[in-house]
């Protein structure tokens, strides 16, 4: 009883919120996405997202793919999805695979969706369609957390930098190349692949004003005229300090748990540790 009280930060309506981390992730209950509800309902939904990066909503098996979607427009505007197979009908819904035969799966190292577009998205969606009895969970971290925590001279020198971010730098990773193209031959070669684009190091989340360390070790490649290598020793000492495990917080997956992520305050790596059992995901990416 103590332990819910506790940590219950906001009710709206029948709507529940509760703190899943320390620095991030809530848990939202109480609400039935079937219906319709009241825009309270999601702008608190949406002030949850800004104030803790992550939310999951568990027990959600009985939301049609129509359902999703709707809910997914309650967020923003859904992009169709450029890299990954889609279901049938649906451009917006992403599906992410990982075969019994497959040694790869999508997302398993740290990242933040789509950094390398000149406007990333605000919002990725993602529900749990079939899971492998053990493993396949999602870590989730607050770059807000990492930059709050950071001296104030570090983050001074940092709100006057840019970096590059490039599609190319996940891809050509040592264990993204070969192999993950043997398993998920490239829908889009060409297309996309040499996207890139310059952000500032530090970003301000409009919603609360707070700072945010904005690089990433999937998409960000150099800072902004440096060289790579003069660049190197700096952004991995901000990987590692972003990493600290406090920042951090662990999805264990359901079948129908539906989690909504903020990619401009936080990162994902979707942990690869299920061989010879199937995983499948639903994702919307929200503008
Ligand atoms: C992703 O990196 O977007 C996928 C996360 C996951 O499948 O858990």
Redesign the pocket.
Known sequence: MHAIADNLIKLVDTLKITRLGGFIGAEVRGVDFTVEQPESVYASILAALAEHGMLVFRNQRHLGIGDFVALGERFGELEDNETLDHVEGFPQVGT?IKEKGHQTS??DMW?V?HTYLAEPMRF?M?RAIELPAFGGD?IFLSAKAGFASLPDGVKETLRGLKALHSRTHLIKDGKYAAQFFKERPPRDQGKSNNQMAIHPVVTTLPETGEEILFVNPGYVVKLDGWTAQASQGLLQTLYDHCLTPEYQFRLRWEPGTIAIWDNRQTW?F?VNDYAGQRRE?Q?LVIA
């Open positions: 992410l999508i997302g990242h969706d990725t993602l999602t994902h979707a995901m994702r």
